[in-house]
């Protein structure tokens, strides 16, 4: 069983492109999404702020917080993922090496939880926060919704 929130209803936007809504203010956050651009040759992720309209109302469509945006949320294949596994649908997508992260999912749950929470927790102490919502350039601001 993966870590993904339940869902009945359709997506507000195109399903057939996999969506990272992530923490904009997040140094850690904003470098992992810098790396999925950079390794989706195919351009088919598209980026949500946590803190935008779309991001803020995906995150309650899912029953995650929307005051500290501590989890990232990938929707992929119409399906939701949170957590560790969020970053495994991701790299998955991304295709050969990057599906190699698929090899986390033989940690028990707990721990992948436990190993992602400490670094969610402390992700500003560690890597920083940024004053505002980073604007894309414009090549890029077709990828980004909300």
Request: charged share 25%; glycine share 6%.
């Amino acid at each position: 069983m993966t870590d993904r929130p339940e869902t009945t209803r359709p997506f507000p936007f195109d399903a057939n492109h996999p969506l990272i809504v992530f923490d904009g203010v997040c140094v850690f956050c904003s470098g992992f999404v810098h790396m999925v651009l950079r390794l989706d040759r195919k351009a088919r992720f598209r980026f949500a702020t946590a803190q935008s309209p779309l991001g803020e109302s995906l995150f309650r469509k899912y029953g995650l917080a929307t005051d500290s945006y501590e989890t990232n949320l990938a929707l992929v294949g119409g399906l939701p993922y949170i957590r560790l596994d969020s970053f495994v649908a991701v790299m998955s997508e991304l295709g050969w090496p990057w599906r190699a992260a698929t090899l986390l999912l033989v940690l028990p749950r707990p721990l992948r939880d436990w190993l992602y929470d400490r670094v969610a927790k402390n992700r500003y102490a560690l890597f920083g926060r940024k004053d505002a919502c980073e604007i894309p350039s414009p090549e890029l601001r077709e990828r980004f919704l909300g």
